[in-house]
């Protein structure tokens, strides 16, 4: 079973932050936070992930919590694009053969 | 584009008969990993490859098999196919050093339907 909790669903109007909440109680000191998309039809795409400091690439920012039990991804300026199913997992990094425990994902709607 | 290419991207198969999936990693990563993408679902994963053995499996049955080539290339093949293996099968590279695993990057997924 999936280690994280997201909303089926939300909304949001382009241009504006979507801010994706993630829920991970039980998460493990050597589990990372990872982020994944997918757009209809496609592969997941990878986002970002990290273990307790907040971090920023290019896609989005990640922001966890100091007691590291939930995290938010944002999208700073989301557009149509970023319409899809975001996934949030933990996973440790340092345990070869371990897999993605994909949930059922929270779905984001951008439009216009 | 992640690199991550596989084939057949769409394919029809009868129940009882038998498929092979092909995927070929990103370059530079050693490590590929199968997925199962049933309709409304997240990806489940079947098994993972790390120098050409299986070093990781989840819950599917032996009939889910799988090979990993030199070149880090690699075959899912699933015999005694049933309806409910309809689904998008997905493959994901990633590199493995020193007992820790980079992210995985996904290639688009053959879609098989069982009729």
């Known amino acids: 079973d999936a280690k994280t909790t997201q909303p089926p669903s939300m909304d949001c109007a382009e241009g504006r932050a979507a801010n994706l909440p993630c829920n991970h109680s039980t998460i493990s000191g050597n589990e990372y936070v990872y982020w994944y998309r997918q757009i209809h039809s496609q592969g997941p795409q990878y986002i970002i992930h990290?273990?307790?400091n907040n971090e920023t690439n290019e896609m989005a920012s990640l922001i966890i919590t100091e007691d590291r039990k939930s995290s938010t991804l944002i999208l700073p300026h989301a557009t149509l694009r970023d319409t899809a199913v975001y996934y949030c997992i933990v996973r440790s990094p340092n345990q070869a053969g371990t897999a993605l425990i994909f949930g059922k994902g929270t779905t984001l709607s951008v439009s216009s | 584009e992640t690199g991550v290419t596989q084939s057949p991207t769409h394919l029809i198969k009868t129940r009882g008969q038998q498929v092979t999936l092909r995927c070929s990693s990103q370059s530079g990563h050693n490590t590929v990993s199968w997925y199962q993408q049933a309709l409304g679902q997240g990806p489940q994963f079947i098994f993972q490859?790390?120098?050409?053995?299986?070093?990781g499996r989840g819950n599917f049955p032996p009939r889910f098999s799988g090979l990993q080539f030199p070149n880090y290339s690699s075959e899912l093949n699933v015999n005694a196919l049933e309806l409910d293996d309809s689904a998008l099968y997905l493959c994901?590279?990633?590199?493995?050093?020193?007992?820790?695993?980079?992210?995985?990057?996904f290639g688009e997924g053959s879609r098989l339907t069982v009729l």
């Open positions: 490859y790390y120098r050409e053995e299986e070093n």
């Open positions: 994901a590279s990633s590199f493995i050093q020193g007992g820790h695993t980079g992210e995985l990057f």
């Open positions: 990290g273990l307790k």
